[in-house]
């Protein structure tokens, strides 16, 4: 199985060699695993450390934002022929060493999407009062549209298989992608599966949400989250226009 981990990086200089260095001492039986770091136009020291990893490395032109970054690694998945593209952090958050939980379930044909969910057994770091308060509201939105419950929409820990990866080669969220893509998972009929992680604060950097964006992101997100699922719904539940 060829498993492309999929790591934006925006600004990351004090964050990217303990990531490379994590995902290069995993070993999955039977699994070839490729790091793909994609450098998002970082104003630091970000791209000079990914060029020295013995890794690939897309580096983007002009700033993209995280959705864009993300698809541009996607993309690259699906171009080589990986089976599984897991997206993961390039800020330190999330371990490593837990990859192989989080495919398990594609593995054994269960789910083409899993999402890690530090919610489930609430062990490690669980994010500010305010971020939850917005995480459990995207819950409920997205449950009262899709009749799913994701417990972690915003987890940026997640892993999909070949079937999932040419929907999001087609069409993925921009900005803040990750509530928003589990409208165009569910309206897929693409099974969606939690798993338990422990994940940590990140390593160092600055998150792109702030608390003066934070109403903004709530805003625009939960326009986007409706705009794609009246779409969706409106086109029989095709990913593009």
């Known amino acids: 199985m060829k498993i492309a981990v999929i790591i934006p990086c925006y600004n990351e200089e004090e964050c990217v060699t303990d990531v490379f260095n994590e995902i290069s001492s995993i070993k999955i039986p039977n699994c070839y695993i490729e790091p793909v770091f994609i450098n998002d136009c970082s104003k630091d020291n970000t791209l ?48 490593a060493d837990q990859l192989i939980n989080l495919i398990a379930p594609i593995m054994a044909n269960e789910a083409d999407v899993v999402i890690g969910s530090r919610f489930l057994e609430k062990e490690g770091f669980q994010s500010t009062f305010a971020r939850r308060l917005g995480i459990n509201y995207f819950k409920f939105l997205n449950k009262f549209l899709v009749k799913k419950t994701i417990t972690d929409n915003t987890s940026g820990f997640r892993a999909i298989n070949n079937k999932a990866l040419k929907e999001v080669c087609s069409y993925y969220p921009d900005e803040y992608p990750e509530p928003e893509a589990i409208i165009l998972f569910a309206l897929n009929n693409l099974r969606i599966k939690e798993i338990p992680v422990v994940m940590r604060e990140r390593i160092g950097g600055q998150s792109s949400i702030s608390s003066f964006k934070s109403i903004y992101y709530m805003v625009k997100v939960s326009l986007a989250i409706i705009f794609i699922y009246l779409r969706l719904k409106l086109n029989g539940k095709r990913s593009t226009l």
Not at 52 to 75: R, T, Y
């Open 48 to 95: 000079a450390l990914l060029k020295s990893f013995n890794a690939k490395v897309l580096d983007l032109s002009v700033n993209l934002g995280i959705g864009g970054a993300v698809q541009a690694g996607f993309k690259y998945a699906l171009l080589y022929d990986f089976d599984v593209a897991i997206q993961l952090d390039g800020d330190g958050q999330h371990p």
